[in-house]
C-alpha cells in the first residue's frame, strides 16, 4: 500500500474532497467532514479513519493501531504504518468510515451534494 493506493480508493466515492491540512496531512472528507487522514511526512505512512463503535476496542488493540489522537472519542482509530493492512481491508474502512460520516450529515447536505 502507498499514499496514492489510499488515494485512489477515497476519489472512487461520491463527492470527495481532498485537501492538506495541518501542513502535513492528506485530508479526505464529504460534506466538510473527514473520514480519512493520511501523513505526508512520516514513514513508514500512517493514516486514520473512523470505525464502527463495535470496532474500535478491536481494532485499537491490534498491533501497530491506536486510538487516534484528539478524536478517539468519535471511534477514529490510527495506525502507525498503512502497510499493516492488505488494500482489500483498506477499501473496507475506507468505505465503512465514509459512510459513517456520510449518514451524520445533515440532510440539507446530503442533498445539495446528492448522496
Request: hydrophobic content about 35%.
Amino acid at each position: 500500500m502507498n499514499i496514492e493506493d489510499i488515494q485512489s480508493i477515497c476519489k472512487e466515492l461520491q463527492a470527495v474532497t481532498e485537501d492538506i491540512k495541518w501542513e502535513h496531512d492528506l485530508v479526505f472528507s464529504i460534506g466538510g467532514k473527514m473520514f480519512c487522514i493520511v501523513g505526508l511526512d512520516q514513514a513508514p505512512t500512517s493514516a486514520s479513519f473512523k470505525v464502527k463503535e463495535d470496532e474500535f476496542e478491536e481494532l485499537s488493540n491490534r498491533e501497530g493501531f491506536k486510538p487516534a489522537p484528539y478524536v478517539a472519542k468519535y471511534k477514529w482509530v490510527l495506525t502507525d504504518d498503512i502497510n499493516r493492512m492488505s488494500k482489500t481491508d483498506w477499501k473496507r474502512y475506507i468505505e465503512q468510515s465514509y459512510n459513517l460520516v456520510k449518514d451524520k450529515l445533515p440532510n440539507k447536505t446530503k442533498k445539495q451534494l446528492d448522496v
